[in-house]
């Protein structure tokens, strides 16, 4: 295999993977509590060009070795900035942690966003239709005599009602510690991000539950399990009434990543077409002979 083909078709894909990251980013950079996808590039570790040992997945041409790019995608939980809103049904959460909720086909799904609101029913959603859950996994339903009037606590714990009735407290989650470090475990580990920009527990590649790489949707290695997440929040975490946080990506830097891909891209694409022309000039060099 011609070396200079491989190394730019491998460039040309980590350059898609990454445009899919910053498509996803600019889909959703006006979500509140949006985490935004980062891309890093690496040669493989086990490449020849990391060792002296021959590995799976470089090649080596006139003793020349080398080994493809390769791209890695997860998602950036930096916290975003709190915007004021004054709406009461507007929750921002300062510091760690995730609001549950139940999606319409009965999964459980994590979010930051708090920008919810009371239907009908007096049942607190999100803007399509999730119900917000509280510690016993029910949806927050205010009755009638609580006139829609909901108050949450700096903890979580909901008051409803001009009486400021309990009405329990909110379903909020966080990364569990690590049982070998004592510290709280990476949640790009623990979470996969749907388009909407709520999260689900991450689950193995195969039925052997092994690793698998981060995807352009910032699915991340290895399967998590609900025993990973602690309830509540954390010592330093609060909940903020009449405040959103807004995404932490912006469509600015966006755009700009974006122009410097299509560069790349094309400029591995140019490289695909040079080292394509100089195997024909040599094919019909040596037919010529």
Request: glycine letters at 8%; zero cysteines.
């Amino acid at each position: 295999m011609d070396i200079g083909l491989y190394e730019a078709v491998s460039g040309m894909k980590a350059q898609a993977a990454y445009q899919d990251s910053i498509a996803a980013n600019l889909a959703r950079v006006n979500i509140p509590g949006n985490k935004q996808l980062v891309t890093a590039f690496e040669i493989p570790g086990e490449s020849d060009l990391q060792k002296t040992t021959d590995a799976t997945g470089t090649v080596q041409q006139m003793g020349i070795k080398g080994a493809p790019m390769q791209s890695r995608t997860a998602i950036d939980f930096t916290p975003g900035l709190l915007e004021e809103t004054h709406d009461p049904t507007n929750f921002a959460i300062e510091g760690q942690g995730f609001f549950k909720v139940r999606e319409a086909n009965g999964d459980i799904s994590y979010t930051r966003n708090g920008q919810f609101h009371l239907n009908t029913q007096g049942v607190l959603v999100t803007t399509d239709g999730a119900q917000v859950l509280l510690q016993n996994d029910v949806p927050l339903n205010l009755n009638p005599k609580d006139n829609n009037q909901i108050t949450i606590q700096p903890d979580g714990k909901v008051l409803a009602g001009p009486n400021h009735t309990p009405r329990g407290s909110l379903a909020l989650v966080h990364a569990a510690n690590d049982p070998k470090t004592k510290e709280p475990i990476d949640p790009r580990t623990l979470f996969t991000q749907a388009p909407n920009g709520r999260f689900t527990l991450a689950k193995a590649a195969s039925e052997g539950n092994e690793a698998q790489n981060a995807d352009a949707e910032g699915r991340v290695a290895g399967k998590a399990t609900a025993s990973q997440l602690q309830p509540g929040l954390p010592a330093n975490g609060v909940i903020r009434q009449g405040f959103l946080e807004q995404s932490n990506s912006d469509s600015v830097t966006a755009m700009v990543n974006l122009v410097q891909v299509v560069r790349s891209y094309e400029a591995n694409q140019k490289m695909v077409q040079e080292e394509d022309s100089a195997t024909g000039k040599m094919i019909d060099a040596v037919s010529n002979t």
